[in-house]
């Protein structure tokens, strides 16, 4: 049991236990196969420490785990019991707030400030969320002719897979537990290899909540390997993905085998628009805060801006004097730090990659560019970086880089800007600035990403706002848990938050009544 747990200490000096195990059953258990996943600190690349790994064996001992725990209890239980037991783990990440930002700031590179005020609250908001929902969900009754009388029941799935990525650690971890767990489903979640800690932290705190054993069970692992065996694991009854576009494409293929239903959540080059007639200071704050927060690994990032041609020279003045202003970068664990560092070093190729190509496909540099070295000349810090004069045929405008990186260009018409806005293989989120309300809601309808209720993001501050989501008339990627989000084309398909999240994780039953028809 001795590397069950780690005794550690934060950069910001806060102390905790971290479990290292695989959360089977609400038991800490070994990897079978011996595997061991090394996690590291982006800030300085030290190891932070290491985690088990869960094989296939270890990944059907889950299953079966949540299998019995579906059967035996979770999804006979009294749905208001169900959710005061979410309401309980609520309160315990509440509790332990500080230490699941530590972990999320030091695994992932966050800064403390925004897993703290933004991540965790956002996490809790989505647990109470779907608290509430547990003894609201309900079928219909239908009633065709008057010797007929069918109700139609929402039951649970089943057993439910979920894997996540590293960017928001807790809250992909939450918004797909949440509305499984309510809806009386079970549930086998890997998460992240980059960022496996806070999962692990907060299954510790599911055992302390007093969920049945079994009914949550959380692992480690490679995405080949321990991913691969979720999607492929005939007892597991749908799989919900967040991620990027190739891995759902790969994810697909494998749950196709049992014929799972899926839920995909993935890439996005999310644009922005600015017309004439436009706060021009709030869209340039909005605008930064729309593809530099997380250090732009967003994954509805509005990572491509067009701007109407007679105020283009004055925007990007102002957009580069904003990064200028914002963008402190460095230490995570200073609380007026905006950005840290990527997430891995392969991220941090990756986007300086892209600054390469956009230099070699001709776009002018505005900002950035290059690796940003701190005081101590270490960590993965990137500079923000801004290239201007984009044209729509470069790499640099039609791929997901999921960096601090932003592509900018003139447009002259509402059709061309729609058009250019819809041309590539994502539709995930869309900003909107114009003054002019019938321009928002005709472009927000031509617009090919996913929210519905564009209105009721306007210029929304809630406090739970926690992922990004489809169109924002006003500013960007300001969600709200009551909200459905979710992709169009290839950023996915099924939706997360509001009823719709709930929703996902039930399939209808159908009873017909036969009141006296005879043959
Ligand atoms: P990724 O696709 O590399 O990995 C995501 C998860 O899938 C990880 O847990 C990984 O281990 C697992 N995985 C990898 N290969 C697998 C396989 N063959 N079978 C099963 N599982 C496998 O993505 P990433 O780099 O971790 O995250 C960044 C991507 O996530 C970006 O593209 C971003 O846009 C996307 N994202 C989307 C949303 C959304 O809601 N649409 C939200 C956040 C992030």
């Not at 258990?29 to 869960?54: F, L, M, Q, W, Y």
Request: charged share 20%.
């Amino acid at each position: 049991m001795d590397d069950m747990y780690a005794e550690l200490t934060a950069p910001n000096n806060v102390k905790f236990t971290q479990p290292l195990g695989l959360f089977i059953e609400n038991e800490w258990r070994s990897s079978s196969k011996g595997e061991r996943i090394v996690t590291v600190n982006p800030a300085d690349e030290k190891e932070i420490c290491a985690v088990h790994g869960a094989g296939s064996k270890d990944v059907d001992m889950a299953v079966q785990a949540a299998r019995r725990a579906f059967i035996g209890e979770w999804r006979d239980m009294d749905s208001s019991a169900r959710g005061n037991l979410l309401q309980t783990l609520a309160d315990l990440v509440e509790q332990h707030a500080d230490v699941l930002a530590t972990i999320d700031a030091w695994d992932n590179g966050k800064s403390y400030h925004a897993a703290r005020n933004e991540d965790i609250v956002g996490a809790v908001a989505l647990l109470r969320y779907y608290a509430g929902w547990a003894d609201k969900l309900h079928g219909t009754a239908i009633d065709p002719n008057p010797d007929k009388l069918a109700y139609v029941l929402r039951e649970p799935v089943g057993v439910c897979g979920a894997i996540i990525p590293w960017n928001f650690p807790l809250v992909n971890l939450v918004i797909k537990i949440a509305p499984a767990l309510a809806a009386g489903n079970t549930i086998v979640v890997k998460a992240a290899e980059q960022t496996p800690l806070s999962a692990l932290y907060f299954a510790s705190l599911v055992k302390k909540a007093g969920l049945p054993p079994g009914v949550v069970n959380v692992l480690n692992g490679l995405g080949r390997e321990t991913g691969s065996a979720i999607a492929a694991h005939p007892e597991v009854d749908q799989i919900s993905f967040t991620g990027s576009t190739p891995t759902g494409k790969q994810i697909m293929k494998t749950a196709a085998g049992t014929l799972k239903r899926v839920i995909m959540e993935t890439g996005g080059k999310s644009p922005l628009l600015v017309f004439p007639d436009a706060d021009l200071e709030q869209a340039v704050r909005w605008g930064h805060r729309g593809i530099m927060s997380n250090q732009g690994q967003v994954c509805s990032g509005t990572s491509r801006i067009f701007i109407h041609a007679d105020i283009y020279d004055r925007f990007v003045n102002l957009f580069a004097a904003e990064v200028d202003r914002v963008s402190k970068i460095g230490d995570p664990f200073q609380l007026d730090t905006f950005q840290g560092p990527q997430v891995t070093r392969e991220q941090f190729n990756r986007v300086l990659t892209y600054i390469e190509t956009g230099k070699r496909e001709g776009a002018k540099l505005v900002c950035g560019g290059t690796a940003y070295k701190n005081t101590q000349g270490r960590g993965l810090y990137i500079a923000p970086t801004v290239f201007t004069d984009v044209t729509d045929d470069m790499a640099i405008a039609q791929e997901e880089v999921f960096g601090p990186f932003v592509v900018v260009s003139p447009f002259r018409e509402e059709g061309e800007v729609i058009e250019r806005a819809n041309n590539t293989i994502f539709g995930l989120g869309a900003a909107i600035f114009t003054q002019d309300i019938s321009r928002a809601l005709r472009i927000s309808k031509k617009i090919q990403s996913g929210s519905e209720s564009a209105l009721t993001h306007a210029l929304s501050n809630s406090a739970n706002a926690v992922l990004p989501a489809a169109i924002w008339i006003n500013s960007s990627n300001n969600d709200d848990v009551r909200v459905p989000f979710g992709g169009y084309k290839q950023s996915g398909f099924g939706r997360e938050m509001g009823e719709e999240g709930i929703h996902a994780y039930t399939i209808t039953k159908s009873v017909h009544i036969n009141l006296g028809a005879k043959l």
